[in-house]
């Protein structure tokens, strides 16, 4: 009785029923405008649907939970294509996951973000080189003072790749001398200092093979001291920051924390050490890197912040006393005949500590305003 009272609704009705099973029957590939063959993953599952277009979201949801019940050992899904309206197929860009800025056209699989120290050889299969060493041992140095840096380097085994900066010009000569000087690396800028150097070539990303980073002044005295015997006990002790402590009777002492104590391997420094012979981790240098000012040449400061790069500093910055050092000389890079007599090296250097201190305590002040609410009564407060 109802068909015969609405035959027009009847028939739609009848269509649409029609057409659902031809569709079921038939299903109809959806694909994207153009993408080069490079681009499309190679199995079947995959997507290839560009992010800007909602059956693609969804595809690629489906995707990835297939995936992610995968066994253990599959490929990767390819990264996200994205595509702007109208785009021809060389406009179409992969933006892998962590790729650095400026990386964005490469394919994820050819970047390097990380480099190191360690000398190749211009011959033979890249695969046969030796890799690079495990620590890294770095000193500014003059000719002048060779048998003091010598006696340095001798402490110092095969584990250690070793960056001389040289603030005299002087750098083939060590060749003829030394051995261990024609597989270091030799840097050359004139009458710069440690931490000119360091920020210039002792980027993270170069130093991300070494497991630790001694950045140490060159007029050490190394006679009761052995690297690898000091590695052991800094990582008994878990320091990300240390030093060798100084010895009792001889060389220059400018902080008594730092003096050795007799009687047992390290001493805590309330998250202190110096800047004469800092000892790093890979992680605490990646930080102390971004600490340093690029105008800023002569370091005066930075040893008071370095407890900002360790979580619990007073248990992970110390000094290791039964590997110990003596400061011979003091302030040997004052001298700069004509262009800067020692005190005027000191004065430069006692200008920079002031203003590092002011940018720190500044830039404190910024980020806790943005971090922390500002009391009520703050403004009455004069």
């Given amino acids: ?34 993408y080069p063959s490079s681009f499309v993953a190679d199995d079947a599952d995959s997507s290839t649907l560009g992010d800007s277009n909602v059956l693609g979201r ?10 992610a019940t995968s066994t253990v050992g599959a490929s990767p899904p390819p990264p996200p294509i994205l595509q702007q309206p109208n785009a021809t197929a060389a406009e179409v860009v992969v933006v892998g996951p962590g790729k650095p800025k400026g990386a964005a056209r490469l394919p994820p699989g050819i970047v390097v973000e990380d480099s190191d120290l360690h000398l190749r050889r211009l011959w033979g299969n890249p695969h ?11 000193l500014t140095v003059g000719y002048s003072e060779k048998d003091s840096v010598n006696a340095i380097v001798q402490k110092f085994s095969e584990n250690f790749d070793i960056m001389l900066f040289h603030y005299d010009g002087q750098t083939t000569e060590w060749d003829a001398e030394f051995e261990w000087s024609r597989q270091a690396v030799h840097v050359s800028a004139r009458k710069q200092a440690k931490w000119w150097y360091a920020k210039r070539f002792m980027h993270p990303s170069v130093l991300a093979p070494y497991e630790y980073v001694f950045l ?9 001291f052995e ?41 805590t420094s309330d998250g202190f050490v110096e800047v004469m012979a800092p000892v ?39 000094v290791v006393d039964a590997q110990y050092i003596a400061h011979h000389f003091g302030f040997t890079l004052g001298d ?3 262009d800067g007599n020692r005190g005027q090296v000191r004065d430069r250097a006692s200008v920079e500590f002031g203003i590092f201190k002011s940018r720190v305590d500044n830039a404190e002040k910024a980020w806790t305003s943005t971090t922390l609410p500002v009391p009520s009564d703050a403004n009455s407060k004069s």
Avoid at 285 to 307: A, R
């Fill in 1 to 34: 009785m109802i068909i015969m009272r609405y035959p027009v609704l009847t028939a739609a009705f009848s269509a649409a029923a029609i057409g659902f099973l031809i569709g079921i029957s038939f299903p109809v590939q959806i694909t994207p405008k153009v």
């Fill in 58 to 67: 969804f595809s690629t949801a489906r995707n990835s939970c297939s995936r």
């Fill in 128 to 138: 046969e080189d030796t890799p690079p060493r495990k620590y890294l041992l770095v």
């Fill in 216 to 224: 140490w002044d060159q007029d050490l005295g190394v006679e009761a």
């Fill in 227 to 267: 690297a690898e015997a000091y590695l052991r006990i800094v990582r008994r002790h878990a320091l990300e920051i240390s030093q060798p402590g100084l010895d009792i009777v001889r060389g220059v002492k400018t902080y008594d924390v730092n003096v050795r104590r007799e009687g047992g391997e390290i001493h």
């Fill in 280 to 318: 790093f981790t890979r992680e605490a240098w990646t930080c102390v890197w971004h600490m340093i000012q690029n105008d800023l040449v002569h370091g005066w400061g930075l040893d008071w912040n370095f407890w900002r790069c360790v979580n619990e500093p007073k248990k992970h910055i110390g």
């Fill in 336 to 338: 700069q005949g004509t």
